[in-house]
């Protein structure tokens, strides 16, 4: 198995996924594919959690859960907590005739927005946890499966098998899509019908700590830039969204993971991005209610990405800086396991 440890590139991808994310919520015009920098960040966070929690199997001989649920918590919670407050004191001040906010509120803070939407209780506010959701049922769910996996299978080799899933999972989206009564503007939200980008990113995962950090051609690299760029830009309708472009999405995603960890992408590891990319959690959860705010005030998305973006970043700043600094050191020095055993 190879460790990954810190590749600044990949907070590098960080940065061009919320960059998308900000200019498809801001309204910018043809990018009718903008939404795609969520699925980015699915995949990305497919691979990491999956290459930690396979590194800690080897280096330690299991998977320590409740420390992994942890260390999640402490790092996620904070900021999300910060944002709800700011929310639930502001959002009445700006939509006083939505009555709403409590409830939003809620189905936000247990993670559950993702499952709300897909039943047409849209948290129209804060719509955009619903990916924060099923990142979190992510990190339930497949911690467990994966230890199960690894203790009582191993076979086929773990790549291969969600390889497999994956493409299970496009099959059983297919299928879904194609039937009268699916909605297909709510199926969106479903973990079943979205989860494809998380299940992706954890094969390369696996793969990766497999069969070792074996440079790829820089074509690869070229080729994840094309796939994500035609997602980005062809006109396209929401279930050829979800049948063509999303998965084209994510398998570039995943040659640009690959050619950044072969050093093939050094762009990425430029300063600013990579500045940018360690925002990308306070960026996405402050800028959604403000840029909602802006394009249903009717702004230019000259100016909704620019002013909006900035109060975005600096609410971002003062978090990383505030509660998410405090919850770091909270967690490095509670949930970290000993230097000295690695373990």
């Given amino acids: 198995m190879t460790p990954i440890g ?5 907070d590098g991808l960080r940065a061009l996924a919320i960059v998308l994310v900000l200019l498809f919520h801001a309204k910018a015009p043809g990018l009718p594919g903008g ?12 691979f990491l959690i999956t290459s930690l929690l396979l590194e800690e199997w080897r280096t330690c001989g299991g998977i320590e859960l409740w420390r992994f649920y942890m260390r999640r918590a402490w790092r996620l919670m904070p900021a999300l907590l910060l944002m709800l407050l700011l929310y639930v004191v502001l959002a009445p001040l ?27 209780t849209l948290p129209e506010k804060l719509l955009h946890t619903w990916s924060l959701g099923l990142e979190e049922q992510f990190y339930l769910l497949w911690p467990l499966a994966l230890l199960a996996y690894l203790r ?3 076979r086929p080799p773990l790549w291969i098998f969600l390889l497999l899933l994956y493409l299970g999972l496009y099959a059983w989206r297919v299928w879904c ?44 690299g070229w080729l994840g830039w ?3 760029l035609v997602a980005l830009v062809a006109e396209q309708t929401e279930s050829m969204h979800l049948l063509l472009y999303v998965p084209l999405a994510e398998v570039g995603t995943t040659f640009l993971i690959m050619a ?13 991005l990579v500045h940018i990319g360690r925002m990308s959690y ?28 900035l109060l975005a970043y600096g609410l971002a700043l003062l978090s990383f800086h505030s509660v998410e600094a405090w919850a770091r050191r909270c967690r490095e020095r509670r949930w970290s396991k000993a230097s000295v055993t690695g373990c």
Avoid: C
């Avoid at 810190?6 to 990949?10: E, R, T």
């Avoid at 950044?260 to 600013?272: E, T, V």
């Fill in 152 to 154: 009582f299978l191993r």
């Fill in 94 to 120: 700006f939509w006083p005739d939505y009555f709403f906010h409590l409830r939003d509120l809620l189905i936000a803070l247990l993670y559950i927005s993702n499952l709300a939407a897909s039943v047409g």
């Fill in 260 to 272: 950044i960890l072969s050093g093939r992408q050094a762009g990425f590891s430029d300063k600013l």
């Fill in 282 to 309: 306070g960026l996405y959860l402050f800028h959604y209610p403000i840029m909602l705010y802006m394009v249903e005030s009717r702004q230019h998305w000259l100016v909704a990405i620019s002013t909006g973006g």
């Fill in 35 to 46: 939404n795609i920098g969520v699925d980015l960040f699915l995949v990305l966070s497919g």
């Fill in 177 to 220: 899509l194609h039937r009268p009564e699916i909605v297909v503007s709510l199926a969106y939200y479903r973990p079943d019908l979205h989860a494809g980008g998380l299940v992706l990113g954890a094969a390369l995962g696996a793969w990766w700590q497999e069969r070792g950090a074996r440079p790829v051609r820089a074509s690869l």
């Fill in 6 to 10: 810190y590749v600044a590139g990949l």
């Fill in 226 to 228: 094309l796939a994500i």
